[in-house]
Nanobody, 124 residues
Framework: QVQLVESGGGLVQAGGSLRLSCAAS????????TGWFRQAPGKEREFVAG????????SYADSVKGRFTISRDNAKNTVYLQMNSLKPEDTAVYYC?????????????????WGQGTQVTVSS
């Protein structure tokens, strides 16, 4: 069992930056692939970024590529999402998810553990 808690969300102006954190507790988090998803009002939850258990492989949605960076510190059981050049369309609730596997998956159904989410609002 893995528990995930997101933090770092908030209100920022367009062009600004935020760093989200996902703190894990429970089983050895370093063995889990971790992903960030987001859900805007009236829209389906979508994949944003993912990172392999060792941190050597990352994957991004086209909409955030070049602006967002996912990283992890297994010693701290934490995964980060650095978000730069934020746009109003990035406004959503951001969720951290994890699963015990080697490869990054981009669909929410393939992640077992989820956090409660953190709100990110980007004003124009």
């Amino acid at each position: 069992q893995v528990q995930l808690v997101e933090s770092g969300g908030g209100l920022v102006q367009a062009g600004g930056s935020l760093r989200l954190s996902c703190a894990a507790s429970g089983r050895t988090f370093s063995s889990y692939v971790t992903g960030w998803f987001r859900q805007a009002p009236g829209k389906e939850r979508e994949f944003v970024a993912g990172i392999s258990w060792r941190g050597s492989t990352t994957s991004y949605a086209d909409s955030v590529k070049g602006r967002f960076t996912i990283s992890r510190d297994n010693a701290k059981n934490t995964v980060y999402l650095q978000m730069n050049s934020l746009k109003p369309e990035d406004t959503a609730v951001y969720y951290c998810a994890a699963d015990y596997r080697y490869d990054i998956r981009r669909t929410q159904a393939e992640y077992t553990y989820w956090g409660q989410g953190t709100q990110v609002t980007v004003s124009s």
